[in-house]
């Protein structure tokens, strides 16, 4: 995400509650039936229905009242405040002191997922132009921080390398390591207790105990590694793990991402490691050949 279209996107998160807008939007009106003879959600059941998935997704979740850093080790609290600041308030329009403007607080929306803008273009199924490093891996650990405005709430993971398929020039990772991974998205604890729940649609956070293919841009400016999209894979079989809306129908940009949908573990990183040979984008190399 560059800096001049971060603050863009903090204006389209608080200006829309895109949970019941989609559920409106995707489903049909009560008592009504669908081609099998079944009856569709109506569009409270599904409003309820998403809300609910939201509510119990088992996302990160930081303390608005914690200290704005728990590292005393000076070196990690520098990289912390590098991290946080991918997500802070950058539009030239808006000073300095009034940053606190849009600080999260206990009158902040409940609910607040932003969406891809319209202009969008087509997602690559294996984006490697765009990604440092292709890992699969599965997820140990996790937690939710604020962005240093605290305006935005993001979530860190800690990655178990299984298998490390791709490393640019100057990428982040290497064979053996854990690799500690961010994207945009997690809860906040509010004082009273409320938790309030910040995402983007179409990019969910991935789960403790997971295992995923993960591709990652690392930007040292930011000292981190950020997740430019995933696959699932449970039980050798693979799934899309972005691309959906959250009433769960696959978002325009995104359907060439719905081909792998249930392909064999071994089949699908054949075909990423194919893809990979064909592309070689920007001096990339395969694990093994750094």
Do not use: C
């Not at 800690?158 to 791709?166: A, P, W």
């Not at 956070?205 to 990652?216: A, C, N, S, T």
């Amino acid at each position: 995400m560059k800096r001049n279209e971060r603050f863009g996107f903090v204006i389209l998160i608080l200006a829309i509650v895109i949970v019941v807008a989609s559920a409106i939007t995707m489903t049909r009106s009560r008592g009504q039936e669908n081609k099998h003879g079944q009856t569709a959600e109506t569009r409270q059941q599904a409003a309820a229905r998403v809300k609910k998935e939201i509510f119990e997704n088992g996302d990160p979740v930081v303390d608005l009242a914690a200290p704005r850093t728990l590292e005393t080790d000076s070196t990690a609290a520098r990289r912390r405040q590098n991290r946080s600041s991918r997500f802070d308030i950058t539009d030239k329009n808006v000073p300095a002191d009034q940053t606190g403007n849009f600080e999260i607080n206990e009158n902040s929306f409940e609910i607040l997922f932003g969406g891809p803008l319209s202009n969008l273009r087509n997602q690559p199924v294996f984006p490697f132009g765009k990604s440092t490093d292709v890992v699969v891996g599965e997820i140990r650990k996790s937690d939710a921080f604020l962005s240093n405005h605290r305006n935005m709430v993001y979530s860190e993971f800690v990655v178990e390398v299984k298998e490390f398929l791709f490393r640019r020039e100057g990428g982040y990772g290497s064979a053996g390591k854990d690799l500690t991974v961010v994207r945009l998205g997690g809860k906040v604890r509010l004082p009273s207790g409320r938790l309030l729940h910040y995402g983007m649609e179409g990019s969910p956070l991935p789960k403790v105990g997971g295992r995923y293919l993960l591709f990652l841009d690392y930007d040292k400016n930011f000292e981190s590694a950020y997740i430019v999209t995933a696959y699932e894979i449970d039980g050798g079989v693979v799934a899309p793990f972005d691309g959906r809306r959250l009433t769960g129908m696959y978002i325009r940009q995104y359907k060439s991402l719905e081909q792998f949908n249930g392909m064999k573990e071994g089949n699908f990183l054949k075909s990423v490691k194919e893809a990979m040979i064909q592309n070689n984008p920007h001096g990339g190399k395969e694990a093994g050949k750094q």
